[in-house]
């Protein structure tokens, strides 16, 4: 029977889903009223039957944005802050695949955009830092989408912006690029959610300044970025040793770029080098070492965000180009 499907299989096998419950195209949360500035209902196209290594179009988010970052709690993914016309914003919305719809979450505690990666924990979804409408902040949020509570915790030591996080054996790692804080160097710190304490871990490399990145089988993963120029690197940090490590080169140097770790591996999407943008995928397997090439994204894009829920790998939101405004388009990947 359709219930007991996979939420996979009921993501895929949907022919059409017309978002319709509420003016705007959003389904509202419980206790929450539509948003009624929204545009209007999105039709999603997730079709069945699509050929392996193929891209189809999901439900567009209900409007357009930058600079944000996403987390997936039971299947569904959660879009958290980030930037409309270069403004930072508190929006949260969450997107279910399954029955392709939107719906509001309670914003952030404060306007962020470029927040350094967003991670889970024990079912909860952990934020750092990012910038309000001046300074870059320190500050961590967490959220629970059981109680749909956000709360404050210790601040990061120092001020981080358009960094990566992960969570690995239970704890927070957070990856400040060099450009991100008055000291000029990067920095990794560790955060334990049992102490609310922060560690200061050893020196990253550098250049990695809104870079992509993920945990794989215990370690840190940090690809591309933008330093002197665009990076192509791919550094490796393991929690046991404390130890950063070169591995090989992505083949195209980008910053801007999507992370997500999906099948077991690290999978960087678009970005740009500022004078090209891409529509490029690009996947780094830590058991060989090597990086090989999948279906080029429909849209080519950056500023924009990845995540992975029940088998499939979004593409959401971003820029298309330097003069454009943010999109809402939500790209889906079909293995």
């Not at 009921?10 to 500035?37: F, M």
């Not at 505690?109 to 927040?115: A, C, G, S, V």
């Not at 934020?127 to 409408?133: I, K």
């Not at 940090?222 to 090989?248: C, D, E, F, I």
Request: aromatic share 10%.
């Amino acid at each position: 029977m359709f219930y007991s499907l996979s939420r996979r299989t009921q993501a895929v096998a949907l022919l059409i889903a017309v978002v319709g419950c509420t003016q705007d195209g959003l389904a509202p949360s419980a206790g929450e009223k539509p948003n009624q500035s929204q545009p209007p209902a999105h039709t999603a196209t997730v079709l069945p039957g699509l050929p392996p290594n193929s891209w189809s179009v999901a439900t567009a988010m209900p409007s357009g944005r930058e600079a944000f970052v996403t987390a997936t709690v039971n299947g569904v993914i959660y879009a958290i802050g980030g930037a409309v016309g270069g403004k930072a914003i508190d929006t949260v919305q969450a997107y279910d695949p399954v029955m392709h719809t939107w719906s509001n979450r309670p914003r952030l505690p404060r306007r962020r955009k470029d927040p350094s990666g967003a991670a889970v924990i024990n079912g909860e979804i952990y934020v750092t830092g990012g910038q309000d409408s001046i300074f870059i902040t320190k500050t961590l949020f967490v959220y629970n989408p059981a109680t749909k509570l956000w709360k404050w915790k210790k601040s990061l030591p120092v001020p981080s912006r358009a960094g990566v996080s992960v969570a690995i054996g239970g704890k927070l790692y957070v990856y400040t690029p060099e450009g991100a804080v008055y000291q000029g160097a990067a920095h990794l710190h560790r955060y334990d959610p049992d102490t609310d304490r922060w560690t200061e871990l050893a020196t990253p490399p550098s250049g990695h300044e809104r870079g992509a990145g993920g945990a794989i089988n215990g370690k840190f993963y940090l690809a591309g970025g933008v330093g002197t120029g665009s990076s192509n690197s791919l550094h490796m940090y393991n929690p046991a040793t404390n130890q950063w490590k070169s591995r090989p080169s992505m083949p195209t140097a980008r910053f801007d770029a999507a992370g997500a770790v999906y099948q077991g591996k690290l999978w960087v999407l678009g970005g740009t080098n500022d004078i090209d943008d891409y529509d490029i995928v690009q996947v780094y397997d830590p058991t060989s070492k090597s990086w090989t090439t999948k279906t080029h994204m429909p849209t080519k894009r950056f500023s924009f965000a990845a995540s992975v829920a029940d088998g499939l790998l979004y593409a959401l939101g971003g820029r298309i180009d330097a003069t454009s405004t943010a999109i809402a388009t939500n790209e889906v990947y079909i293995p």
